[in-house]
């Protein structure tokens, strides 16, 4: 049988597993598990020609919509077989289709829990963001899974969002870079993707119905930039579309977005699929090129597609082209499904999200008090319910089964030094209302009092974040900050490791603590490595991937989060993250690519050259390279670590209202102590480019541009002007164009002269030597002048008409 291929091991020691494993909650895996969900799929590659040709519209409307809560329908007749797709993104939740309840509370087979999205973002490693999803991919085939459900690629707007741990970053470079990494990792197994939630999907207040109201430049520069680069590098097989509207369409049928755009654009190939239940009017999804509706409908759908066909209101090609593309998406599983799957190594796995998990962490502060230097006859308090029951993932659909799952208490136990005592004391209670709070902060304190290190597990319960709603600030609970002040007051030096999926505030809080180590959502063994990183067995170099504002009244989206009357104002425009903060001089608790280390690194010799355009990288789409960037990193301490050099660009010229710089490259170096490495990065044509609303396009204007180089967004030792040649675009003329308009074309500014001196009333052109009036003159669109003026211009369409057809709008 197939199922015994899937090797997973679950730990029983009782040692090292969580309450979730004591409590029997995690089933043991080995095959009979998920044996009820199995659907084998035995059939030859589909001539998907010919079954275009032989379906009839009922079946055709039929594979438009899903059969169960996860699989596709099939056509028996035809021998087209069904397929199942589960959620992602950081490991698999694949449910018993039978009797799916879609949100998680029913369990779902043992997958391995890595890092949630927010804590992988923090690594700035695309390659082991790529190693994961290898690894998702095959235990996806174990499972016969034809489509992972994620990533999640939403820009992080505002810290609130319940599901910002299933998201990457703030900023949309780093998030397409490792959105890239993730769909080529789990594709290169024969095993789809879906990057959701497409688009504009950055909350869950009312994430059915509001409207994300937003400009198109905002869009194109922020929030759609990470799907484009990823759909053109990656070929994801599918697109899932979010729920909510945009800019009043719903993104389900959203005919700009799904077809001209994705497709039209960008180049997409695969299948646009709904997010579950985000399908409005069916017909109306289909005709705006949304393919397959999720989950199922039963028949509802199918049967309004036909009728639609029928009475004319759905052109049939549409139907066609529909199902093409799910015979297609069927087509492309099939060997994946069919082949032998790899062995599932569930203690690789482990291993590989332990790693993960350690790259993951970023260290916000330290006094030197980390790494834990614990000698025979130490005492370390560890404190916080979270060290014995893990804050590991959030909740929602993408809410893994983990095979296993490691507790920062055993694995402190495990690794210090014989002869170092540990103490434990939950110090409050998480989601528990009958905690008796002050009474397990009494008891934690008096543990303190005789320890060297306290360690303070403190972090958001779960019920603070998730799939779902908002939250409604970013604090850490009362009781948690109350506790920290308490330890801070004794003796002991004090490390406070976090536990969260979205940005907490700190700033308040900071100098109660000697060190904090950020571990994010760090799957299911964070625990593990969150003790390798406080014992050093490992060197933290996790880079945030967001700014940790100082509170947050300073987000950018503070004043127009949530949802009133049914829209969502995106205010801020491009400014999000480090992009405001930036443009406003804001100091923030720690920006956006920070994170410190063990060890020391620096940077020197750094070069940045503008270059002729002869080259493209590997994304030729983003045109020829313009600057390139060279670096030597060295690492000067005693310890391996690893270090990211950062690549921001500026471009002051370019209308006021652009950000300070944006982050356009990247690089990370591991480096033994002593070691260097020179790295070199390319800037594209794109890197400098702005879209342009007028003329629907990105465009690449000349002028100078400000290239930093370091190591966060506020720590740039190196700015180098460079200056772009870009080309100029001049807008055509058209009835509207003003008169400094006119007056600075190329072929306008004489056929303008000319009316002025011509006009019926007598010779204007003197107008142009008062530079204080002409200054005026200027916002005046050429028509209005006429009229207000009785006619010191002629009328506009006379002047056009005297303009070169290429210079006429
Ligand atoms: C979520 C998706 C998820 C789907 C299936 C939806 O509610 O928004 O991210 O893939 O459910 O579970």
Redesign the pocket.
């Known amino acids: 049988m197939r199922q015994n291929r899937a090797k997973f091991v679950v730990d029983r020691s009782g040692g090292s597993v969580g309450p979730e494993v004591r409590a029997g909650r995690v089933p043991v895996v080995g095959g009979t598990a998920w044996s009820a969900t199995r659907t084998r799929v035995m059939t030859d590659r589909l001539d998907i020609t010919s079954l275009l040709a032989d379906l009839t519209l009922a079946e055709k409307a039929s594979l438009l919509s899903g059969r169960t ?2 699989h596709t329908k099939g056509v028996d007749r035809l021998a087209i077989p069904a397929i199942m ?5 950081h490991g698999l ?1 694949k449910q018993d289709p039978d009797n799916a309840d ?3 509370l029913q369990g779902s087979v043992p997958a391995t829990c890595f890092p949630t999205a927010a804590g992988l973002a923090s690594s700035w490693d695309a390659a082991l963001v790529r190693r994961v999803g290898e690894a998702i991919a095959t235990e996806a085939r174990a499972q016969e899974l034809a489509v992972v ?2 990533p ?1 690629i939403n820009i992080k707007r505002s810290p609130l969002c319940g ?1 910002n741990f ?1 998201y990457l970053s703030e900023d949309p470079v780093l998030t397409a870079i490792l959105g890239t990494a993730m769909v080529e990792g789990i594709q290169s197994k024969g095993v789809g993707t ?1 990057l ?2 497409f688009a504009l ?1 950055n909350q869950e207040t009312d ?1 059915f119905r509001a409207s994300s109201d937003v400009d198109e430049r905002t869009m194109r520069e922020i929030y759609l930039a990470g799907f484009e680069r990823v759909v053109r590098n990656a070929r994801p097989w599918t697109v ?1 579309c ?2 909510n509207r945009i800019n009043g369409e719903w993104a389900s049928q959203d005919r700009w977005l799904l077809t001209d755009v994705l497709r039209g654009e960008w180049g997409f190939d695969g299948l646009v699929v709904s ?4 399908v409005v009017h069916p017909p109306a999804s289909v005709a705006a090129g949304l393919d397959l509706e ?2 199922t409908t039963g028949a509802v759908s199918a049967r309004m597609i036909v009728a639609a066909v029928e009475s004319g209101e759905l052109d049939v090609a549409d139907v066609d082209r529909s199902v093409e593309r799910v015979l297609t998406l069927i087509d492309r599983a099939l060997p994946g499904l069919a082949a032998e799957g790899d062995t599932v190594d569930a203690d690789a796995h482990h291993d590989l999200a332990r790693a993960a998990a350690r790259q993951a962490a970023v260290l916000l502060t330290n006094d030197g008090t980390l790494p834990l230097r614990l000698d025979a006859g130490a005492r370390l308090a560890v404190v916080g319910e979270f060290a014995r029951t893990p804050r590991f993932q959030g909740a ?3 809410k893994v089964n983990p095979t296993r799952l490691t507790t920062a208490l055993d694995a402190l136990r495990e690794l210090v030094p014989g002869g170092v005592t540990i103490d434990f004391a939950p110090g409050f209670g998480v989601d528990d209302p009958d905690a008796d709070d002050a009474a397990l902060a009494d008891e934690a304190v008096a543990l303190a009092a005789d320890a060297q290190v306290v360690v303070a597990f403190l972090g958001l319960p779960p019920s603070y974040e998730s ?2 709603y908002d939250r409604t600030d970013m604090d850490l609970p009362a009781e948690q900050l109350a506790l920290l002040a308490r330890l801070a007051e004794g003796p002991a030096k004090v490390v406070v490791v976090l536990s969260h999926g979205s940005v907490v505030t700190v700033a308040p809080w900071l100098d109660q603590a000697d060190a904090i180590l950020d571990a994010w959502l760090g799957g299911q063994a964070s625990g593990g490595a969150v003790a390798d990183l406080l014992l050093g067995v490992a060197n933290p170099s996790g880079k945030l991937a967001e700014t940790i504002p100082l509170r947050i009244e300073d987000n950018p989206s503070y004043l127009s989060f949530g949802s009133r009357d049914g829209h969502v104002r995106y205010g801020e425009g491009r400014f999000v993250g480090y992009r405001h903060y930036d443009a406003l001089h804001r100091d923030v608790a720690f920006p956006f690519g920070f994170g410190l280390s063990y060890t020391d690194f620096t940077i020197d010799g750094v070069t940045v050259t503008a270059t002729d355009g002869d080259e493209r990288t590997d994304e030729a789409w983003r045109g020829p390279v313009r600057a390139t960037v060279t670096a030597t990193v060295t690492n000067t301490g005693s310890r391996a670590g690893a270090e990211v050099v950062q690549v921001y660009v500026g471009r002051p010229d370019l209308d006021g209202a652009r950000p300070v710089r944006e982050l356009a490259a990247f690089a990370r170096v591991e480096l033994e102590p002593g070691a260097s490495e020179k790295i070199t990065l390319h800037l594209t044509e794109r890197d400098a480019s702005v879209w342009s609303e007028r003329e629907g396009a990105w465009r690449y204007e000349p002028g100078p541009a400000t290239v930093w180089v370091g190591t966060s967004s506020r720590d740039l030792p190196v700015a180098a002007e460079i200056t772009f040649p870009g080309t100029v675009t001049v807008a055509p003329l058209d009835a509207g164009s003003t008169v400094g308009e006119w007056w600075e074309h190329p072929a306008g500014h004489e056929v303008f002269l000319d009316a002025l001196r011509n006009s019926a009333v007598g010779d204007f052109s003197g107008l142009i030597s008062d530079p204080e009036g002409f200054q005026m003159l200027r916002s005046i669109p050429l028509a209005r002048l006429n009229r207000m003026t009785g006619g010191i211009v002629p009328p506009v369409e006379e002047v056009l008409a005297k303009l070169p057809a290429e210079a006429r709008a």
């Open positions: 809560f996860w797709v589960a959620d992602g993104p939740r879609h949100v998680g459900l994620g999640g599901r299933e879906s959701k939630h999907n994430r899932m979010s729920y997010d579950w239940g985000a999720m989950p929602g659909s993408s799939e779902g």
